[in-house]
């Protein structure tokens, strides 16, 4: 009787999945997306910011680079998310004795890749600590270089995403802030900003078989105001997918790139 011998067959490995685009400013450049908020947002007591960005210059080394903020003009409130001097850097800043701000140990330099940011934000936790998650590639941030104390309990004053006060404008800034003199000098990708819940990192990406922190499509909602950037729409780089219609506008030189976190 012959030996049968078992044919192994080859399996190419299921690729996940796959972020087409992202979106660049150049090394000094001054692009930016700008978006405005309308009157009756009230401040969410719950919200989540997913990202992946990818620094490709070191002048932050000297200085601060802004991701996002949203500021609010004449009172000078504000809600940032920063490179400084390499560190990821959040403040919610609804003046001096509404300051909340927490400023990593971990430093990024301009040869470490993509990288995956989470802040979950959800001030009706009763634990103070879980009101406030910074994830990074997956792993959760606990100690920090700067940290200014926990949201109370219930705080519904976030900046964030709110409405203009006293008719002043409240403008939302990708890639640098409001004066336009901070750019980051990189990319983004699959930008989520969720409003009124509170995913957590695990929801927008996950550990591969290699132990490789990798993106997830996120199946959630993003609330009746937040929005997604996958920046597909070359002619409309701000265009938001989340069927909310908060388009950004492109300002300056913003450029759409297949460098991406999968590719």
Known sequence: MGVKFLVKKTVTPDPGYIIPYSANVADESSGRLVTGWSEGISSPSQF????????????YDSGTVYLLETYMVTFGYSYWVTLDTGAISVRDFRGFSKNYTKTTNQVFSK???????CITVDTSNGTSDDRFILTLDGTRIT???????????????TIFITEPVSAQATNTYIFNNQSNGAP????????HAVYDSAPTATDFGEFNEGSLWVPKEYTGSH?????YLDFSNNSDL??????????????????????????
């Open 238 to 263: 701000g265009e938001d997918q989340s069927g909310n219609d908060i388009d950004f506008l492109s300002e300056g030189t913003i450029t759409r790139s297949t460098d991406t976190p999968t590719s």
């Open 143 to 157: 100690s920090f270089a700067f940290d200014s104390g926990d949201y109370p309990f219930n705080y519904d004053e």
């Open 223 to 227: 609330g009746d105001y937040g929005y």
């Open 184 to 191: 980051l000098n990189g990319s983004i990708a699959e930008l």
């Open 48 to 59: 989540t910011l997913s990202l992946w960005f990818n620094q490709s210059d070191d002048s």
């Open 111 to 117: 040869s470490s890749g993509w990288h995956h940011l």
